[in-house]
């Protein structure tokens, strides 16, 4: 147990030579035409080359000539050279004209890794699959993004509620309607704040003044909006502000000294002078309360519990008048 984590350590401290220029692009050409992906063998030397790719894309290198190699791969028994691929996939696959008739000659695997046992095979394959622009697949798209929204897997509602604001560009005004509807029936059905805050975020990006759409999941989305994601809250409260703005009723006296009139009606004025002493006003009347500062003898627990007496105090005597 020993030996395989300290070669598991020795592995990751490794990775960093991906980064470096020491090695060849050419070389890694030609491991991946001499590799056999089928091979358990050939595993690590793939499972290198992959790393090499992903590193170079990280430091904005063009690697998209090995396009034709990586998408042989989707297929292979491995699960961490498989993720890999997909993020390689992901982010070449509408890189060029080349790149895009590859992957529609892999748009097979693609759609059998929809239905894979792992849960996170399936949203990096729904995620390739929705980021190739071909209109031919279009139709193929759709159903694989209404397939992925019944998964079991939050994680895959998640990225079919994200590819739908990828989607809905590229339709005509039909299939528009028709990806819409799907956005209405996620915010209307779905209860997982992951799914919630990115169908959110697609609603802002597909169709933001159809804010008629949250009528019936307005309180859910108010009641979820706590356990979102911070990305996505700030998503969803501009919503709900501008749906607050046109569907709610307008508070009276606004714009007339709201705040004033507030104070005005509870008759209560608090106000902490420099010196530490709390001024209650009620109507006309002032009323002095210390405030303990170390000076007095009375603790700041006490006398915060006395301001509060006494604000009732004055609030009961108000009503008796």
């Known amino acids: 147990l020993f030996s395989s984590h300290l070669a598991s350590a020795l592995s990751t401290i490794s990775d960093s030579q991906f980064f470096q220029d020491s090695i060849s692009p050419s070389t890694i050409r030609l491991q991946f035409e001499t590799s056999d992906p089928s091979n358990p063998n050939s595993?690590?030397?793939?499972?290198?080359?992959?790393?090499?790719?992903?590193?170079?894309?990280?430091?904005?290198?063009?690697?998209?000539?090995?396009?034709?190699?990586?998408?042989?791969?989707v297929s292979?028994?491995?699960?961490?050279?498989?993720?890999?691929?997909?993020?390689?996939?992901?982010?070449?696959?509408?890189?060029?004209?080349?790149?895009?008739?590859?992957?529609?000659l892999s748009i097979n695997a693609f759609q059998r890794d929809l239905s894979d046992s792992n849960a996170?095979?399936?949203?990096?394959?729904?995620?390739?699959?929705?980021?190739?622009?071909?209109?031919?697949?279009?139709?193929?798209?759709?159903?694989?993004?209404?397939?992925?929204?019944?998964?079991?897997?939050?994680?895959?509602?998640?990225?079919?509620?994200?590819?739908?604001?990828?989607?809905?560009?590229?339709?005509?005004?039909?299939?528009?309607?028709?990806?819409v509807e799907i956005l209405s029936n996620i915010l209307q059905e779905e209860s997982c704040t992951l799914v919630i805050s990115s169908a959110m975020v697609s609603f802002v990006e597909m169709c933001p003044e159809r804010l008629d759409l949250l009528h019936g999941c307005f309180r859910k989305i108010c009641h979820?909006?706590?356990?979102?994601?911070?990305?996505?809250?700030?998503?969803?409260?501009?919503?709900?502000?501008?749906?607050?703005?046109?569907?709610?009723r307008r508070p009276e006296?606004?714009?007339?000294?709201?705040?004033?009139?507030?104070?005005?009606?509870?008759r209560v004025v608090r106000k902490i002078l420099e010196d530490g002493t709390v001024t209650v006003r009620h109507r006309d009347d002032y009323r002095e309360i210390g405030n303990d500062n170390g000076n007095g003898n009375e603790d700041s627990?006490?006398?915060?519990?006395?301001?509060?007496?006494?604000?009732?105090?004055?609030?009961?005597?108000?009503?008796?008048?």
Request: with cysteine; proline share 3%.
């Open 224 to 248: 979820l909006l706590t356990d979102m994601d911070e990305w996505g809250q700030i998503v969803v409260l501009d919503v709900l502000q501008r749906y607050c703005r046109v569907y709610f």
């Open 76 to 104: 292979c028994p491995s699960l961490e050279i498989r993720k890999m691929v997909y993020t390689y996939l992901t982010h070449y696959a509408d890189h060029n004209q080349t790149c895009r008739d590859l992957a529609l």
């Open 301 to 321: 627990s006490s006398s915060s519990s006395s301001e509060d007496e006494n604000g009732h105090e004055l609030v009961a005597n108000k009503k008796n008048r």
């Open 253 to 266: 006296e606004v714009g007339q000294g709201s705040a004033e009139v507030i104070d005005r009606q509870r």
């Open 43 to 73: 595993t690590p030397l793939l499972l290198n080359n992959m790393k090499w790719l992903l590193a170079s894309m990280s430091k904005g290198r063009d690697v998209s000539d090995f396009f034709p190699h990586a998408v042989k791969l």
């Open 120 to 179: 996170n095979i399936r949203p990096l394959a729904l995620r390739v699959l929705t980021s190739i622009r071909v209109m031919d697949v279009l139709q193929i798209q759709i159903l694989a993004v209404q397939s992925s929204l019944k998964d079991t897997s939050p994680l895959v509602r998640k990225c079919a509620a994200n590819a739908l604001a990828k989607l809905y560009p590229r339709c005509d005004s039909d299939n528009q309607v028709s990806l």
